[in-house]
Each structure stands twice: as structure tokens, then as C-alpha cells.
């Protein structure tokens, strides 16, 4: 077995069923030392976009050698292909719908496979609505015990891998427009604009008819006030001191946001 020895999971699975649980259970089957961490399994269900948000930011905390298994997969048992992916860093396994967009725009692929060997599956013939249990996570676990990428099937051309679509900003002297990329358990909006866009500079977030000056934490509004600051994320989100930005304004991912800048 080699060192690496660590997955992770990431899903929309939610916890009221076992499908989180079986696929530990294969991992298990095929080698019980692995350890394995639980990102998140509330990702909104089909909500590729948040689990491209929610890896991306989570991927840099793990040890090198990591493998993350992903399943965020409204395609899944259609054409979309399954593909592992190795990185400096680590490992990425899941559908290739857009769900590792996020982790590539920061990393560079050192090899892509897809899926394509059974012999590193749970089984010959995989449910079609449960590609996670039946080969995303066999395949995950044997990456984790050290089997070489290129064994697990047809090597492909990284630029080739899906990119979701998630809108460009626009930077001009006086100001940035962005969007909300992602939305957290406590309604907080976080756009698709990094500190570095606003760091040494005096700025303020227009949303709808809502004007919010910068600031450092969130009290340092009153409770029940409009909040805008670089979260620990890094970017730059719209919240509420002791409630739901998302609620209080009524906006969604893709929504519009402009940083003006002084």
C-alpha cells in the first residue's frame, strides 16, 4: 500500500439515506485503513455550481496525496463521462459535468483518465443511478491505495475536461461586477470576486437599492444590518449581522453585484 491514505467525499446525498454510508462501505471492502473525511453530503440536490464552490474552497486544507471523490451528478448513466484526475496535490474522481472546474482553475492537471477499466469498479455492472457507490468510490479507494492513474482507463486531454459556466466579472478603474457564486447554511451570498480585486482600496457593494460600505467582520454592522466583507473563503460575500442576507434580499446564485471603488 502506499502513503496516500486519505479521501475525502463530497455530495448531494443528504444524511437521511445510506448512500453516503454504502459508499464508506465500499472504500472499507476494498481497504478498511483508509481514512475518510466528510466534506459536506448537503450540497443542494443537482447543484453542480455549489459543489464546484464548496470543493474548490475546501481542496487546499488537505495533505498532498489526497484523493476527493465528488458526486454531485444529475447526468449520471448518461453519456457524461467518469474520469479521475491527478493533480500536484491530490486526486479528484466524480463526473466530469464541471463539478472540478473550480479545484483546475487553480491547479494544474499532471494526468486525466476516464473511467473506463472495470476491474477498478465495485462491479461489472453498475447501477445507472449510483455511479457513486459502484465506481467513483472503488475507484477512489484504489487510487488511495496507491494503484497508478493510468490503470484505471483511457487517458484523455485535460483541456477537454467540462468547465462550468460561471460568468466572468468585469474590473474597470472604478469598479468590479461580479455575481453570487454560491450561497451558504447561513444565507450568506458570496460572489465570484476575490479580495485581490479590493485589497488596499476603499470600496462599497451595490445590490438592488441597497448601498453596503466595507467591513472587517460581520458586527461591525447591527444586528439585523447589511454586511459586505472578504469572507474566509477569500472572496468577497454580502451578508447579514444575525440573520439571511439571501433571505433579506432576495437573490440567488447568478445575481449581479457591483463593487464600486474609491
Not at 129 to 147: E, K, M, N, Q
Not at 183 to 212: C, Q, R, Y
Not at 235 to 243: H, I, K, Q, S, Y
Request: with cysteine; glycine share 10%; net charge negative.
Amino acid at each position: 500500500m502506499s502513503e496516500n491514505k486519505l479521501i475525502t467525499l463530497l455530495s448531494d446525498f443528504g444524511l437521511s439515506d445510506v448512500y453516503v454510508g454504502v459508499m464508506k462501505g465500499v472504500i472499507a471492502q476494498i481497504n478498511p485503513a483508509l481514512t475518510v473525511v466528510d466534506l459536506t453530503h448537503q450540497i443542494p440536490p443537482q447543484n453542480i455550481a455549489a459543489g464546484r464552490f464548496s470543493l474548490m474552497n475546501a481542496y487546499p486544507y488537505f495533505p498532498g496525496g489526497t484523493v476527493h471523490i465528488a458526486v454531485v451528478d444529475p447526468g449520471v448513466g448518461s453519456r457524461r463521462r467518469g474520469v479521475a484526475i491527478q493533480l500536484d496535490a491530490g486526486f479528484l474522481v466524480g463526473p466530469d459535468n464541471g463539478l472540478f472546474s473550480g479545484v483546475l482553475s487553480e491547479n494544474s492537471v499532471v494526468a486525466a483518465v476516464e473511467l473506463t477499466n472495470p476491474q477498478y469498479w465495485r462491479t461489472l455492472s453498475p447501477s445507472t443511478t449510483f455511479h457513486g457507490r459502484d465506481i467513483f468510490a472503488a475507484v477512489g479507494a484504489h487510487l488511495a491505495s496507491g494503484i497508478s492513474i493510468e490503470l484505471l482507463g483511457e487517458v484523455i486531454d485535460p483541456k477537454t475536461l467540462v468547465q462550468l459556466g460561471i460568468p466572468e466579472r468585469t474590473l474597470t478603474p472604478t469598479s468590479v461586477t461580479g455575481c453570487i457564486q454560491y450561497i451558504d447554511h447561513f444565507g450568506n451570498l458570496v460572489t465570484n470576486i476575490p479580495a485581490a480585486d479590493v485589497e488596499g482600496k476603499t470600496w462599497s457593494v451595490a445590490v438592488g437599492t441597497h448601498m453596503i460600505p466595507a467591513s472587517q467582520t460581520y458586527s461591525d454592522r447591527k444586528l439585523g444590518d447589511i454586511v459586505a466583507l472578504i469572507g474566509s473563503h477569500g472572496w468577497l460575500e454580502v451578508a447579514v449581522n444575525g440573520g439571511s442576507a439571501q433571505s433579506e434580499l432576495q437573490l440567488d446564485t447568478g445575481a449581479n453585484v457591483q463593487v464600486l471603488l474609491a
